[in-house]
């Protein structure tokens, strides 16, 4: 990831230097606003928002937030926080927030249409919480031979960072936009545990409640799918 980094400071750095290089006559039309959703990760990984991004030029600034809303699957853990074993995020909700930076190494040939290839820097923070004090959640640790079902409320931070690489396509009024790549998610569970057990009955109640802290870092892969309008 570092050295991705570096790749792209040194191709763009003339650039950054220089200001932004207005576009020439024939891309004069190229669009400037863009306003997108993500319907894969409206649909599958819960998650609603709107992306914007402002592209004078050979940079674009955009920025992503919205909503996390509970869809109770299992699989949601990796698209969310990465691979993690803690907890199933699938009954949180919560607020996403991703400021994005795209250094454009094409540009469409065609006028006013056609294909944009970019490297992309990604910050990502997430802010989710449940409440199972009066449902069970489940929760294990890495040394536990089962898994515990836990009646507790939890606060979970994530933070982390994304150096991806898109593809955009873009006609006057309409584009659709795909980026991938390699990134590192930290997690901070903040948890107020009222009951725990090993199955769905017979809970044991902590009194008072037990206040436990979790950290967690996760490599993870990040992909999008946007769609949207443009002008």
């Known amino acids: 990831m570092r050295t991705l980094c570096i790749f792209i400071l040194v191709v763009f750095g003339p650039r950054l230097a220089c200001g932004q290089i207005p576009d020439s006559a024939g891309q004069k039309h190229l669009p400037h606003h863009y306003f997108s959703v993500n319907p894969v990760n409206m649909i599958f990984f819960q ?3 709107l992306t914007y991004e ?3 030029g050979w940079l674009g600034f955009g920025l992503s937030a919205g909503y996390i809303y509970p869809n109770r699957q299992e699989y ?3 698209f969310i ?3 993690t074993n803690y907890a199933s995020l699938g009954w949180y909700h919560g607020l996403y927030l991703e400021p994005q930076v795209n250094f454009y190494v094409s540009k469409p040939k065609n006028g006013d249409w056609g294909w944009s290839f970019y490297f992309a820097l990604k910050g990502v923070y997430k802010y989710m919480t449940v409440d199972s004090t009066k449902k069970l959640a489940w929760y294990t640790r890495d040394d536990d031979y089962y898994w515990q079902y836990r009646k507790q409320e939890d606060k979970v931070n994530i933070y982390g960072a994304f150096v991806d690489f898109g593809v955009k396509f873009v006609t006057r009024n309409f584009f659709f936009d795909i980026n991938l790549g390699p ?3 930290f997690l901070n569970h903040q948890m107020v545990v009222s009951g725990i057990s090993t199955g769905p009955n017979s809970v044991r109640y902590n009194h008072p409640p037990v206040h436990e802290t979790l950290k967690e870092r996760n490599a993870t892969i990040n992909f999008s799918f946007l769609v949207g309008i443009c002008f």
């Open 47 to 49: 998650q609603a928002g």
């Open 76 to 78: 949601s853990n990796y």
């Open 81 to 83: 926080a990465g691979p």
């Open 54 to 56: 402002f592209k004078p």
């Open 183 to 185: 990134g590192e998610l």
